[in-house]
């Protein structure tokens, strides 16, 4: 197993513990309000140590050899998400800058949706922690396209596999997941 699948698999372990929970009666209501049987808290992971060291190594992988400048999304899901990748890209030698896509702008100071060491031109990659109807990705999207950025594609930690994909694909063409519900389920299924 390479150095690479053996993160990847440590965090599916980590997001299947810390991050997944399951519940028959009652169901959880997600952002979106729908109601689901599983829900993702990725903060849980996201925010943890380990985790971050995990999910940057294995999102940098995905981007190491793109034309990206730069990394991030709507705060709050994307932002340890960003700043993981941001971290290890430096270790790595190829350092990749963060920003930050803010739900409201602010009424003082810059008043820009956008906050980071980003430029208008840059190529970057919208990041998210899970996409289930894909809106906030979307909105993060068209708020750096408003700012002059070039969204070069989108990664998430996971796809619920709910149609939100498909809906961030009528705005970006290259969309890609860390992990999908399906792999998640299947080892909940498996009993661990």
């Given at each position: 197993?390479?150095?690479?699948?053996?993160?990847?698999?440590r965090?599916?372990?980590?997001?299947?513990?810390?991050?997944?929970?399951?519940?028959?009666?009652?169901p959880?209501?997600?952002?979106?309000?729908?109601t689901?049987?599983?829900?993702?808290n990725?903060?849980?992971?996201?925010?943890?140590?380990?985790?971050?060291?995990l999910?940057?190594n294995?999102?940098?992988?995905?981007l190491?050899?793109?034309?990206?400048s730069?990394v991030?999304?709507?705060?709050?899901?994307a932002?340890?998400?960003?700043?993981?990748?941001?971290?290890?890209?430096?270790?790595?030698?190829?350092?990749?800058n963060?920003f930050?896509?803010?739900?409201?702008?602010?009424?003082?100071?810059?008043?820009?949706?956008?906050?980071?060491?980003?430029?208008?031109g840059?190529?970057?990659?919208?990041?998210d922690?899970?996409?289930?109807?894909?809106?906030s990705?979307?909105?993060?999207?068209?708020?750096a396209?408003?700012?002059?950025?070039?969204?070069d594609g989108?990664?998430?930690?996971i796809d619920?596999?709910?149609?939100?994909?498909?809906?961030?694909?009528?705005?970006?063409?290259n969309v890609?997941?860390?992990?999908?519900?399906?792999?998640?389920?299947?080892?909940?299924?498996?009993g661990?």
């Open positions: 197993m390479t150095e690479y699948a053996a993160m990847k698999k965090l599916a372990e980590m997001i299947f513990e810390k991050s997944f929970r399951y519940s028959d009666n009652p959880f209501t997600l952002a979106s309000g729908k689901s049987n599983y829900y993702f990725c903060k849980a992971t996201t925010l943890n140590p380990e985790g971050m060291y999910i940057g294995t999102i940098f992988d995905m190491k050899n793109s034309e990206v730069a991030g999304g709507l705060t709050l899901g932002d340890p998400i960003a700043n993981a990748v941001s971290l290890i890209s430096y270790q790595k030698g190829r350092p990749l963060t930050i896509v803010r739900k409201d702008i602010k009424e003082h100071g810059t008043r820009s949706a956008i906050e980071g060491n980003v430029q208008s840059d190529h970057v990659c919208v990041l922690d899970v996409i289930t109807t894909g809106g990705t979307i909105l993060a999207i068209k708020k396209r408003e700012a002059g950025l070039v969204v989108v990664i998430a930690l619920r596999q709910e149609g939100g994909r498909e809906h961030i694909l009528e705005s970006v063409s890609k997941s860390v992990f999908t519900r399906d792999d998640i389920m299947n080892r909940f299924r498996q661990n």
